[in-house]
C-alpha cells in the first residue's frame, strides 16, 4: 500500500516550486542605488511634476529620516538597506502604446507566461486592465468605456498631471506622509500606481483590476494606489500580483487610500503572490503595505485579500468608519509555507454612531512558517452603539509551522457590541482517510479541506477572482504533491 | 467478489487480526459480530486501505486481484465502500460538494469524463429522496452538526450515490433511533443486489432484522471463531458472547 503520512506531505511541499520564477530582461532606465533628497528630487522630475508634488514628496522624504523601522510584528528578517536600492526604475520603451504590437515582445512574453493576455482579458473578462511592470503603466485598455460614465482611472502620475485638484485634496488624507517608517518612504519616491475616480451616484460597469510586477532586479517597488468614490458610487476593484524569481531580497512598500463619501461602497479585492523565497528560505518579496480607507456617512468599504506570496509580509488594510451608519469589513486569507513570515490583520476604527464592521480572518501554515493576525477594534466614545464581530481561524499542516493571533481591542463606548471567535485547528490524518475512501486522492483532499476552510473569504471575491485564487490556494500548499 | 485468507494485522506492532478467513459473493450479506475489541473495526478499516494498519500475513483479493498495495483511494475506485462508524467532519465542504467530487474523481480513475451538472443533480435528487433526505442538508458542511443518526443516514446517502460493489457498514446501527434505523436499512436494502455485496458490522442483532444476512460471522481475539446463518445472530443476542468465549477457550 503506498503510505502517505503528513510526514510526505511537509516533503512535497519543501519541494514545490514557484510557478511564476521567471525574469524577464528589458532595457531599463534606472537610477543609481541610494537616496537623498535629490533622488527624490529626480524621481519627481523624471516624472515631469508639478512643483507641489516635489514638495511633498520631499516633506515625507525628512519625516522618513527621523523614523526607525518597526519591530513589533511577529516577525524576523534581515533589515533592508535603504542606500543599497534603485528607487526608479521604468520600461525603456516610455511612449504609451496604441496596439499591444508595439509593446516590447518580451514584455508581451511575461504577459503570457502569467496566463495575463491582454487581448485574452480584454475579450473575455470585460476586465480594464492598467497593467503596472515595474513602475509605469504600459497599458491601459477600456478608457473609453470608463470615461463615458465619467469613470477615471489611469495611472498616477498622469492622475497627478490631469486631476491635480482631486489627487491634491485626497493624497495622504488617509495614510498622512508620517503614517508609519513604510509609508512615509513610499510617499517620498513612489513612483507610479494607480488612480481612480467614480463620479457621484455612478456605478463603476466593470470591475477594475491593475496587475503589478516587479521586474527590474535590486529595484523596490514602490506602488502607490488612490480610489475615491464620490456620493453614492460604487466601485469593484481587483489588485493581483506575481513576482519574477529572485535570490536577493526586494521591498515592496505600497500604500493604497481608498476614499468612501457619503453612501459610498468600495470593495478592493487583492491576490497576492509575490515570490515568496525557495525552499530554504532564501530570497523573496518583503511586502510592507500600509491600505487604509475612510467611510463617510453610510458609506461602505470592503478589504477581501488573497495573501500566498512574499517572505515577510506586513499588512493591515483598515477601515476608518469616520461617517455615521458606515460599514468596514474585512476577509482575509493568509497562507504561509516553508519559511515564509506573514503578520497580517486589519484594524476597524469605529468613530461614528451606528457603525459595523466585521472581521474575517483565515490563516493557514504549512512547512516551517509563521502566520500571525493582527487586529485592532477601536471604538471612540463618540461611536454609539458601535458593532465588530470578529472571527480568526488557523489551520495547521504538519508541526514545524505556527499559527499566531493577536486582537486588540479598545472600547471607550459602553454601547459598543463586540465580538470574537477564535479557533485553531489541524489537517488530520482521518479527515484524509475519509476522502481518500471516497475516491479523493490526498493531494485533492486538500484542496478540499483547505477550500472549505477558505470559503467564507473565497465567496467575497468577485467571480473570475475566485476561481484564480482558488487555483492559487492549491499551487501554494500542494504544488507538487501525488 | 472478496476473498479474505489467512489475513494477519497490526497496529504499531500491536496483533490485531490474526488469521482471518472469509469470502463473500455476489449478492450476498454477511453479518460480523462479535464483542468490544475483538477487531471488528480494524477488518473494516484494513479491507479499505487505511495506512496505519500494517498487513503482516495474508491476502486480500478483490475481484481476484491481490488489493494490499493500492491505496484507499484506488480501492475506493474499484467499488470498496466504508461506511464509517465515526464519520469525520469537514468544515465548508458540503455534502453536495463533497459528493461531486467523490463521483468525479472516481470517473476521472476510470478514465471518463466529469458527470454532466443536470446528471449530477438528478442523481442527488434521486437518491436523497431514496434515504428521506432533506435537500438542505445536502448545502449542510459534511457532518458538521451533524446528529448521529444524520451523519449515519449521509454515509448510506454517500453509499447509495456511488454505486459500490462491495459496502462494509461499520457500526451503522450505532447512534440511531428506530426510525432513523429503519430507514438507513431500507435504503440499504433497496441498493441491495444480485451483483453487489453488503458486510454488516454491528455489537446488536437489531440491525440484521432489518438487514437480513445470509451468513452471520463471530469474530473474537481476531479470529472468526463460528459462522452461520442469520439465527446465529438471534442466538448471540439470546446468550450472549460468553459461551462462544467458551467454547473457544476450551
Same mark, same amino acid.
Given at each position: 500500500?503506498?503510505?502517505?503520512?503528513?510526514?510526505?506531505?511537509?516533503?512535497?511541499?519543501?519541494?514545490?516550486?514557484?510557478?511564476?520564477?521567471?525574469?524577464?530582461?528589458?532595457?531599463?532606465?534606472?537610477?543609481?542605488?541610494?537616496?537623498?533628497?535629490?533622488?527624490?528630487?529626480?524621481?519627481?522630475?523624471?516624472?515631469?511634476?508639478?512643483? @507641489?508634488?516635489?514638495?511633498?514628496?520631499?516633506?515625507?522624504?525628512?519625516? @522618513?529620516?527621523?523614523?526607525?523601522?518597526?519591530? @513589533?510584528?511577529?516577525?524576523?528578517?534581515?533589515?533592508?538597506?535603504?542606500?543599497?536600492?534603485?528607487?526608479? +526604475?521604468?520600461?525603456?520603451?516610455?511612449?504609451?502604446?496604441? +496596439?499591444?504590437?508595439?509593446?516590447?515582445?518580451?514584455?508581451?512574453?511575461?504577459?503570457?507566461?502569467?496566463?495575463?493576455?491582454?487581448?485574452?482579458?480584454?475579450?473575455?473578462?470585460?476586465?480594464? /486592465?492598467?497593467?503596472?511592470?515595474?513602475?509605469?503603466?504600459?497599458?491601459?485598455?477600456?478608457?473609453?468605456?470608463?470615461?463615458?460614465?465619467?469613470?477615471?482611472?489611469?495611472?498616477?502620475?498622469?492622475?497627478?498631471?490631469?486631476?491635480?485638484?482631486?489627487?491634491?485634496?485626497?493624497?495622504?488624507?488617509?495614510?498622512?506622509?508620517?503614517?508609519?517608517?513604510?509609508?512615509?518612504?513610499?510617499?517620498?519616491?513612489?513612483?507610479?500606481?494607480?488612480?481612480?475616480?467614480?463620479?457621484?451616484?455612478?456605478?463603476?460597469?466593470?470591475?477594475?483590476?491593475?496587475?503589478?510586477?516587479?521586474?527590474?532586479?535590486?529595484?523596490?517597488?514602490?506602488?502607490?494606489?488612490?480610489?475615491?468614490?464620490?456620493?453614492?458610487?460604487?466601485?469593484?476593484?481587483?489588485?493581483?500580483?506575481?513576482?519574477?524569481?529572485?535570490?536577493?531580497?526586494?521591498?515592496?512598500?505600497?500604500?493604497?487610500?481608498?476614499?468612501?463619501?457619503?453612501?459610498?461602497?468600495?470593495?478592493?479585492?487583492?491576490?497576492?503572490?509575490?515570490?515568496?523565497?525557495?525552499?530554504?528560505?532564501?530570497?523573496?518579496?518583503?511586502?510592507?503595505?500600509?491600505?487604509?480607507?475612510?467611510?463617510?456617512?453610510?458609506?461602505?468599504?470592503?478589504?477581501?485579500?488573497?495573501?500566498?506570496?512574499?517572505?515577510?509580509?506586513?499588512?493591515?488594510? +483598515?477601515?476608518?468608519?469616520?461617517?455615521?451608519?458606515?460599514?468596514?469589513?474585512?476577509?482575509?486569507?493568509?497562507?504561509?509555507?516553508?519559511?515564509?513570515?506573514?503578520?497580517?490583520?486589519?484594524?476597524?476604527?469605529?468613530?461614528?454612531?451606528?457603525?459595523?464592521?466585521?472581521?474575517?480572518?483565515?490563516?493557514?501554515?504549512?512547512?516551517?512558517?509563521?502566520?500571525?493576525?493582527?487586529?485592532?477594534?477601536?471604538?471612540?466614545?463618540?461611536?454609539?452603539?458601535?458593532?465588530?464581530? +470578529?472571527?480568526?481561524?488557523?489551520?495547521? /499542516?504538519?508541526?514545524?509551522?505556527?499559527?499566531?493571533? #493577536?486582537?486588540?481591542?479598545?472600547?471607550?463606548?459602553?454601547?459598543?457590541?463586540?465580538?470574537?471567535?477564535?479557533?485553531?485547528?489541524?489537517?488530520? !490524518?482521518?479527515?484524509? #482517510?475519509?476522502?481518500?475512501?471516497?475516491?479523493?486522492?490526498? !493531494?485533492?483532499?486538500?484542496?478540499?479541506?483547505?477550500?472549505? #476552510?477558505?470559503?467564507?473569504?473565497?465567496?467575497?471575491?468577485?467571480?473570475?477572482?475566485?476561481?484564480?485564487?482558488?487555483?492559487?490556494? !492549491?499551487?501554494?500548499?500542494?504544488?507538487?504533491?501525488? | 467478489?472478496?476473498?479474505?485468507?489467512?489475513?494477519?494485522? &497490526?497496529?504499531?506492532?500491536? &496483533?490485531?487480526?490474526?488469521?482471518?478467513?472469509?469470502?463473500?459473493?455476489?449478492?450476498?450479506?454477511?453479518?460480523?459480530?462479535?464483542?468490544?475489541?475483538?477487531?471488528?473495526?480494524?477488518?473494516?478499516?484494513?479491507?479499505?486501505?487505511?495506512?496505519?494498519?500494517?498487513?503482516?500475513?495474508?491476502?486480500?483479493?478483490?475481484?481476484?486481484?491481490?488489493?494490499?498495495?493500492?491505496?484507499?483511494?484506488?480501492?475506493?475506485?474499484?467499488?470498496?465502500?466504508?461506511?464509517?462508524?465515526?464519520?469525520?467532519?469537514?468544515?465548508?465542504?458540503?455534502?453536495?460538494?463533497?459528493?461531486?467530487?467523490?463521483?468525479?474523481?472516481?470517473?476521472?480513475?476510470?478514465?471518463?469524463?466529469?458527470?454532466?451538472?443536470?446528471?449530477?443533480?438528478?442523481?442527488?435528487?434521486?437518491?436523497?429522496?431514496?434515504?428521506?433526505?432533506?435537500?438542505?442538508?445536502?448545502?449542510? &458542511?459534511?457532518?458538521?452538526?451533524?446528529?448521529?443518526?444524520?451523519?449515519?443516514?449521509?454515509?448510506?446517502?454517500?453509499?447509495?450515490?456511488?454505486?459500490?460493489?462491495?459496502?462494509?457498514?461499520?457500526?451503522?446501527?450505532?447512534?440511531?433511533?428506530?426510525?432513523?434505523?429503519?430507514?438507513?436499512?431500507?435504503?440499504?436494502?433497496?441498493?441491495?443486489?444480485?451483483?453487489?455485496?453488503?458486510?454488516?458490522?454491528?455489537?446488536?442483532?437489531?440491525?440484521?432484522?432489518?438487514?437480513?444476512?445470509?451468513?452471520?460471522?463471530?469474530?473474537?481475539?481476531?479470529?472468526?471463531?463460528?459462522?452461520?446463518?442469520?439465527?446465529?445472530?438471534?442466538?448471540?443476542?439470546?446468550?450472549?458472547?460468553?459461551?462462544?468465549?467458551?467454547?473457544?477457550?476450551?
Amino acid at each position: 500500500m503506498s503510505k502517505y503520512t503528513e510526514d510526505d506531505l511537509r516533503e512535497e511541499l519543501k519541494t514545490k516550486q514557484y510557478e511564476y520564477g521567471f525574469y524577464t530582461d528589458i532595457e531599463s532606465d534606472t537610477f543609481p542605488v541610494g537616496l537623498n533628497e535629490d533622488i527624490v528630487r529626480a524621481i519627481s522630475l523624471k516624472k515631469g511634476e508639478p512643483e @507641489w508634488m516635489t514638495n511633498w514628496r520631499l516633506e515625507a522624504f525628512k519625516s @522618513w529620516k527621523e523614523m526607525i523601522e518597526p519591530e @513589533w510584528a511577529n516577525v524576523s528578517y534581515v533589515k533592508p538597506d535603504f542606500q543599497a536600492i534603485s528607487y526608479y +526604475s521604468a520600461p525603456n520603451s516610455k511612449p504609451k502604446y496604441d +496596439s499591444l504590437d508595439e509593446v516590447d515582445p518580451e514584455l508581451l512574453a511575461t504577459f503570457a507566461k502569467l496566463g495575463i493576455s491582454l487581448d485574452e482579458q480584454k475579450k473575455l473578462s470585460g476586465v480594464a /486592465m492598467d497593467v503596472v511592470v515595474d513602475s509605469v503603466s504600459v497599458a491601459t485598455t477600456f478608457k473609453k468605456t470608463l470615461g463615458e460614465k465619467g469613470i477615471i482611472f489611469c495611472s498616477i502620475s498622469e492622475a497627478i498631471k490631469e486631476h491635480p485638484e482631486l489627487v491634491k485634496k485626497y493624497i495622504g488624507s488617509v495614510v498622512p506622509q508620517k503614517d508609519n517608517f513604510y509609508a512615509a518612504l513610499n510617499s517620498a519616491v513612489f513612483s507610479d500606481g494607480s488612480f481612480c475616480y467614480i463620479p457621484k451616484g455612478v456605478r463603476c460597469p466593470m470591475e477594475l483590476s491593475t496587475y503589478f510586477r516587479i521586474n527590474q532586479a535590486g529595484t523596490g517597488q514602490f506602488e502607490r494606489t488612490l480610489v475615491i468614490a464620490d456620493e453614492g458610487s460604487y466601485v469593484s476593484y481587483l489588485e493581483g500580483c506575481t513576482a519574477p524569481s529572485r535570490d536577493e531580497n526586494q521591498l515592496h512598500a505600497a500604500v493604497v487610500e481608498l476614499i468612501a463619501l457619503d453612501n459610498a461602497e468600495i470593495k478592493y479585492s487583492t491576490v497576492q503572490n509575490w515570490y515568496p523565497g525557495n525552499a530554504e528560505g532564501k530570497g523573496g518579496v518583503y511586502n510592507f503595505v500600509t491600505k487604509r480607507g475612510l467611510c463617510e456617512k453610510n458609506a461602505k468599504i470592503s478589504w477581501t485579500q488573497v495573501e500566498t506570496g512574499s517572505a515577510i509580509t506586513w499588512k493591515y488594510p +483598515s477601515c476608518v468608519l469616520k461617517g455615521d451608519n458606515s460599514v468596514g469589513e474585512f476577509y482575509s486569507i493568509a497562507v504561509t509555507n516553508n519559511f515564509q513570515q506573514a503578520d497580517t490583520g486589519t484594524k476597524m476604527i469605529h468613530l461614528g454612531k451606528n457603525t459595523k464592521s466585521t472581521i474575517i480572518s483565515k490563516g493557514i501554515s504549512a512547512g516551517k512558517s509563521q502566520n500571525s493576525y493582527r487586529g485592532l477594534v477601536k471604538i471612540s466614545p463618540n461611536a454609539d452603539n458601535a458593532r465588530n464581530f +470578529s472571527q480568526c481561524d488557523s489551520l495547521l /499542516m504538519g508541526n514545524e509551522c505556527g499559527a499566531h493571533t #493577536f486582537p486588540y481591542i479598545e472600547a471607550k463606548n459602553k454601547t459598543a457590541k463586540i465580538e470574537h471567535e477564535a479557533t485553531t485547528s489541524k489537517i488530520g !490524518e482521518d479527515q484524509i #482517510f475519509y476522502c481518500n475512501q471516497r475516491g479523493i486522492n490526498t !493531494e485533492k483532499a486538500i484542496a478540499l479541506i483547505v477550500n472549505g #476552510f477558505s470559503k467564507d473569504v473565497l465567496n467575497k471575491l468577485p467571480m473570475e477572482f475566485a476561481v484564480e485564487a482558488q487555483k492559487l490556494l !492549491e499551487i501554494s500548499l500542494e504544488g507538487s504533491v501525488g | 467478489m472478496l476473498k479474505i485468507e489467512n489475513l494477519h494485522a &497490526s497496529v504499531d506492532d500491536k &496483533s490485531i487480526l490474526k488469521g482471518i478467513n472469509l469470502e463473500i459473493k455476489a449478492g450476498e450479506v454477511h453479518a460480523i459480530m462479535g464483542p468490544n475489541g475483538s477487531g471488528k473495526s480494524t477488518l473494516a478499516s484494513v479491507v479499505a486501505g487505511k495506512e496505519e494498519y500494517e498487513v503482516t500475513k495474508g491476502s486480500i483479493i478483490f475481484n481476484g486481484e491481490d488489493i494490499e498495495d493500492l491505496a484507499a483511494e484506488e480501492r475506493a475506485h474499484k467499488g470498496i465502500f466504508l461506511s464509517f462508524q465515526y464519520p469525520v467532519e469537514i468544515p465548508g465542504v458540503s455534502v453536495t460538494n463533497f459528493m461531486k467530487t467523490a463521483i468525479n474523481e472516481t470517473r476521472k480513475a476510470k478514465g471518463l469524463e466529469e458527470m454532466p451538472a443536470k446528471d449530477m443533480l438528478k442523481l442527488i435528487r434521486e437518491k436523497s429522496e431514496l434515504l428521506e433526505i432533506d435537500r438542505k442538508f445536502l448545502s449542510r &458542511s459534511l457532518n458538521e452538526g451533524f446528529s448521529g443518526g444524520e451523519k449515519k443516514r449521509n454515509e448510506i446517502f454517500q453509499m447509495a450515490m456511488l454505486e459500490p460493489q462491495l459496502a462494509i457498514l461499520d457500526e451503522t446501527d450505532s447512534g440511531l433511533d428506530i426510525d432513523a434505523l429503519r430507514i438507513v436499512a431500507n435504503g440499504v436494502n433497496k441498493l441491495k443486489s444480485k451483483d453487489n455485496a453488503v458486510l454488516v458490522i454491528t455489537h446488536y442483532q437489531r440491525l440484521l432484522d432489518y438487514i437480513v444476512p445470509d451468513f452471520v460471522h463471530v469474530l473474537y481475539n481476531g479470529r472468526i471463531v463460528k459462522s452461520g446463518g442469520k439465527e446465529l445472530a438471534h442466538e448471540l443476542e439470546e446468550k450472549g458472547y460468553d459461551w462462544i468465549k467458551e467454547e473457544v477457550n476450551a
